[in-house]
């Protein structure tokens, strides 16, 4: 049957993809709908029809799945962020296991015996909403000229205005409250994305978790540099830093210039206008084992606003605990730690190992990771910054150097070629892989098992409730059978 646009049909859902869009079949012919949960059987409106596939527009639930909750959040919809929070928590993840499941088995060519044996359950989390210790607002002007600040809406680069993000810390909307008003009082201007004027772009907030400590930084559409003048920020006035400095916890408030027609939101440049560079966070090892009990003394980081940072604190003590038990280490290796960010896994690591080596592409990043080094005396542990694929196989050719563990989390188009072949000729006795993105993970598992590794351990940790992210763990061992 040949389906239409605007017709009205009823679906069951049975499956969702790995964006969280319900598949429903009609005599086989599957139709991906948004807003549905596995379970439910739905009105659907044909918005687009393909020839093998179409979508669809839930139009009603006729019957709700047992599996579907009421969201917390009343924009959840527009907003592409929580894809899958109608969804039970339980449900969500016993999606993303599987999503982990499928892609080593589908990309990974791994068997579907071996990582049912291997494959180890899911970490969940308690409290799976409030959890982000990190926050980027879009700031712009609604139909009556007052500042909004928000998310984009779905796939588009309209603003709706929310200052109140369920996957957020709390504090976010006094301090978006405070700048907007701020901005309406003081006829402050919004950045227009289409004419490229106007000033505030972006707010990025940043909250320590542990430390209580609370980052601003306003991204600006001017140039912060004025000859002659100690008072670069002039655009933002006294009165601003002195309302925010009122909030409980504020550590750092900077600005930053990128007057450029980009959607990359950070500048290059970033002036501290208040407080510190930076603020602190502590994380804890954690007992895998005893169902993640806390265990030693933790350690300190500074971060700065361009420097990378997990966004799920309580999740990534789990996290790096998870990658440190898997590395096995004794206190005599060496390790690698690539992609390495400000050394929050490398130091992890460094009180286990003879000495740690960490690589990472931001400089900022280097700099907050030895400075994170010293401020915790920790000595084993040297950076570089560069490429990944471009540093280890420098060092390898010129000063041949050597590991016992190499650990890797890199961000979702996963590690280069170049890096991967790198690794197969250092030989280490495990890698570790820190993935974000399961599909890239499995696609370089696959050449890591081509050259001699076989996969010994797996583990999905949810990072990021309510959205369809997932990230995982996994242990690789060198056996020496390199295949083909
Ligand atoms: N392990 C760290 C960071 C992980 S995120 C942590 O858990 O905090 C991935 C990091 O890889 C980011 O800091 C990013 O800046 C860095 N990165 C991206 N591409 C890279 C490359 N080609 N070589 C080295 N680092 C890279």
């Given amino acids: 049957m040949r389906y239409e646009k605007n017709q009205i049909l009823t679906v069951e859902i049975e499956d969702i993809t790995s964006e969280g869009e319900g598949i429903g079949k009609i005599e086989g012919y599957p139709f991906f709908v948004k807003d549905t949960v596995i379970g439910d ?120 205005a929310n200052t109140n993000c369920s996957l957020g810390s709390p504090e976010n909307k006094k301090i978006m409250e405070t700048i907007l008003s701020y901005m309406k009082n003081n006829r402050v201007t919004a950045y227009d994305e289409t004419t490229g004027k106007g000033l505030i772009r972006h707010v990025l907030i940043r909250k320590g978790f542990y430390s209580g400590e609370i980052m601003v930084c306003l991204v600006i559409n001017k140039s912060c540099k004025r000859k002659g003048s100690e008072n670069h920020f002039l655009p933002l006035q006294e009165n601003l830093i002195t309302a925010l400095t009122r909030i409980k916890g504020m550590a750092s408030i900077s600005v930053s210039s990128q007057t450029e027609k980009t959607n990359v939101i950070m500048g290059k440049e970033i002036y501290t206008i208040w407080g510190q560079d930076f603020i602190h966070d502590k994380i804890f090892v954690r007992n895998v084992e005893e169902g993640f009990t806390l265990q030693g003394d933790g350690i300190t980081f500074a971060i700065s606003p361009r420097s990378f940072y997990q966004v799920n604190p309580v999740q990534t003590e789990k996290l790096y605990s998870l990658a ?49 080094a010293r401020q915790n005396g920790i000595r084993n ?93 996994i242990l690789m061992q060198y056996c020496g059978k390199e295949k083909n």
């Avoid at 999606?95 to 970490?123: A, H, M, W």
């Avoid at 929050?344 to 280097?366: D, W």
């Avoid at 399961?438 to 081509?450: E, F, I, N, Y």
């Fill in 381 to 473: 542990a040297a950076f570089y910054v560069g490429k990944a694929e471009e540093v280890l196989p420098e060092k390898y050719e010129k000063e041949k150097i050597y590991a016992d563990v190499i650990v890797v989390d890199p961000p979702r188009k996963g590690c280069d070629k170049e890096c991967l072949e790198t690794m197969l000729k250092m030989k280490p006795e495990r890698i570790v892989y820190v993935s974000c993105d399961s599909a890239t993970l499995a696609r370089d598992l696959k050449v890591l098992c081509g050259g001699g590794y076989e996969l010994r351990r797996v583990r999905a940790v949810d990072m990021f409730p309510m959205t369809v992210h997932v990230e995982s763990v």
């Fill in 41 to 160: 059987k739905a009105e659907i409106k044909v918005v687009r029809v393909k020839k093998n596939y179409a979508y669809g527009r839930l139009e009603k639930v006729l019957v709700p799945s047992p599996f579907r909750v009421e969201p917390v959040c009343s924009v959840h919809k527009q907003c592409g962020g929580c894809q899958i929070q109608a969804m039970s928590y339980v449900r969500q993840l016993e999606f993303k296991e599987s999503k982990v499941r499928n892609n080593l088995i589908r990309i990974g060519g791994f068997g579907t015996d071996e990582i049912d044996r291997i494959q180890e359950p899911i970490v969940g989390m308690d409290e799976p909403f409030y959890y982000r210790n990190k926050a980027q607002y879009p700031v712009g002007t609604d139909k009556e000229g007052n500042p909004i600040a928000g998310f984009y809406a779905g796939r588009t680069h309209s603003i709706i």
């Fill in 324 to 372: 440190l038990s898997y590395a096995g280490l004794s206190g005599k290796e060496t390790v690698w730690d690539l992609y390495c960010g400000i050394g929050t896994i490398s130091l992890f690591l460094a009180g286990c190992a003879r000495q740690v080596y960490g690589v990472e592409v931001v400089p900022e990043a280097i700099e907050d990771a030895k400075e994170n």
